[in-house]
Every structure is written in C-alpha cells, then in structure tokens.
C-alpha cells in the first residue's frame, strides 16, 4: 500500500491481491476487512519526493516512507 501511495496519481485506484484463485481456502484476505482502508487519508500535499532509495509522500492525513534499498515501508496515520 505504502509503494502505492508513493507513485499514485489522479484515477489511480488500488486493491489488496494475494492471487486469483479464493478456493480451498489459500487467500488469506479474500472477505477480511483491511483496516486501512478505514483510515482517512485526504488528498496528497504534493508528488514523492527521493533521498537515494528513499522515497516519501505527505498525505493530508498520513506520511508514507519507502526505503526501496532495506525493503520496508511505513504508513504514519495522523490522530483526527
């Protein structure tokens, strides 16, 4: 989600995937309420900006980090 929000742009819309198939049980967020998406997030206060390998992004509600060399990524949800 955080690498989303990163490159998103206008009409851009995004949805949580682990694969195709929901048989047998192997999805493991196919019907789970992500609580995320709950969170408000408001419109971007501008584009990403990159450090090196890092790349970060204000939202009205939340600042998003993404560090492509270590491989993490971090959603900081403001308090309302």
């Not at 999805?27 to 501008?46: F, H, N, R, T, V």
């Amino acid at each position: 989600m955080a690498l989303y929000l990163i490159c998103a742009e206008p009409y851009s819309y995004f949805m949580f995937n682990d694969g195709y198939g929901v048989d047998n049980g192997r999805s493991m967020i196919w019907m789970k309420d992500i609580p995320e998406y709950q969170y408000p997030l408001g419109a971007p206060i501008g584009e990403a900006t990159q450090e090196g390998y890092v790349y970060k992004r204000a939202f009205r509600h939340a600042k998003v980090t993404v560090d492509i060399k270590q491989e993490t990524a971090e959603i900081i949800w403001r308090e309302l």
